[in-house]
């Protein structure tokens, strides 16, 4: 990408950011940001590891990573200094590092488990950013991952353009398995939160039609529905280092 903002002006952007959204507790997060976290730790906890070493990418003001201590021993790393802040205070049982995630130099194969929640996206180069979190996982590692669906943001009237600081570097569902594939084998892909009020989605999310649908099929068998079809506003992503 080109004209990038430098990191100072990065920081100052999720500092500001990550005190305005961020600085609540886990109930109050965003439900948009909930539903993929609530998913990321019921399909962790799935996997019964023993007490897994857990590195959280992005991990902002520790909200998650305050939830991840049920599953195992946990290290945060964020590019905000005010959220590392916070994130020590609020959980001091797990360890904090700020800094760009590429250019720490943390040991390789070092964690069980690589979690990285709407970051992906927000990054300078995709392709190195997940080169890297490959590197720090053993080998049989497990990569969760959640980012938004290019494809459903594309089509909502309330995303506007990107703040003095913030890179976005959108990719599509096609675009990220290629990238992953690379490094892991992907073992599932799934768009969770139907979400979209533009083109198609405007209509697949309309309020008489779904009231319709709802009442022929019931609420949650149409949220499924449409989450099978690629329109639900998150996608997760579950993969394993060979």
Same mark, same amino acid.
């Given at each position: 990408?080109?004209?990038?903002? +430098?990191?100072?002006?990065?920081?100052?952007?999720?500092?500001?950011?990550?005190?305005?959204?961020?600085?609540?507790? *886990?109930?109050?997060? @965003?439900?948009?940001?909930?539903?993929?976290?609530?998913?990321?730790?019921?399909?962790?906890?799935?996997?019964?590891?023993?007490?897994?070493?857990?590195?959280?990418?992005?991990?902002?003001?520790?909200?998650?990573?305050?939830?991840?201590?049920?599953?195992? @021993?946990?290290?945060?790393?964020?590019?905000?200094?005010?959220?590392?802040?916070?994130?020590?205070?609020?959980?001091?049982?797990?360890? *904090?590092?700020?800094?760009?995630?590429?250019?720490?130099?943390?040991?390789?194969?070092?964690?069980?488990?690589?979690?990285? !929640?709407?970051?992906?996206?927000?990054?300078?180069?995709?392709?190195? *950013?997940?080169?890297? !979190?490959?590197?720090?996982?053993?080998?049989?590692?497990?990569?969760?991952?959640?980012?938004?669906?290019?494809?459903?943001?594309?089509?909502?009237?309330?995303?506007?353009?990107?703040?003095?600081?913030?890179?976005?570097?959108?990719?599509?569902?096609?675009? &990220?398995?290629?990238?992953?594939?690379?490094?892991?084998?992907?073992?599932?892909?799934?768009?969770?939160?139907?979400?979209?009020?533009?083109?198609?989605?405007?209509?697949?999310?309309?309020?008489? &039609?779904?009231?319709? *649908?709802?009442?022929?099929?019931?609420?949650?068998?149409?949220?499924?529905?449409?989450?099978?079809?690629?329109?639900?506003?998150?996608?997760?992503?579950?993969?394993?280092? +060979?």
């Amino acid at each position: 990408m080109s004209d990038l903002p +430098p990191l100072e002006e990065q920081q100052r952007y999720y500092d500001d950011w990550n005190l305005r959204y961020r600085s609540v507790d *886990f109930e109050d997060v @965003s439900e948009e940001i909930r539903v993929r976290a609530e998913r990321v730790l019921s399909d962790l906890h799935a996997m019964e590891l023993d007490h897994p070493e857990i590195l959280e990418v992005g991990c902002s003001t520790g909200w998650l990573c305050e939830r991840l201590l049920s599953e195992g @021993s946990v290290v945060g790393i964020d590019i905000s200094p005010k959220a590392i802040e916070a994130a020590r205070e609020r959980v001091p049982a797990a360890t *904090f590092l700020c800094g760009d995630f590429c250019e720490t130099g943390l040991p390789p194969e070092s964690f069980d488990v690589v979690i990285c !929640m709407e970051t992906l996206f927000y990054v300078e180069n995709p392709t190195v *950013f997940v080169a890297e !979190m490959s590197r720090v996982l053993r080998p049989g590692g497990i990569l969760i991952l959640t980012t938004i669906n290019k494809y459903v943001y594309d089509r909502r009237s309330d995303i506007g353009a990107p703040k003095p600081g913030q890179i976005r570097n959108w990719l599509s569902k096609k675009e &990220l398995r290629y990238i992953l594939r690379q490094h892991f084998d992907l073992e599932s892909e799934t768009t969770v939160d139907p979400r979209g009020d533009l083109g198609l989605l405007r209509v697949v999310n309309s309020y008489k &039609l779904n009231a319709l *649908f709802d009442r022929v099929l019931g609420r949650e068998r149409v949220r499924r529905i449409k989450e099978r079809l690629g329109w639900g506003g998150g996608v997760i992503y579950e993969a394993r280092k +060979p």
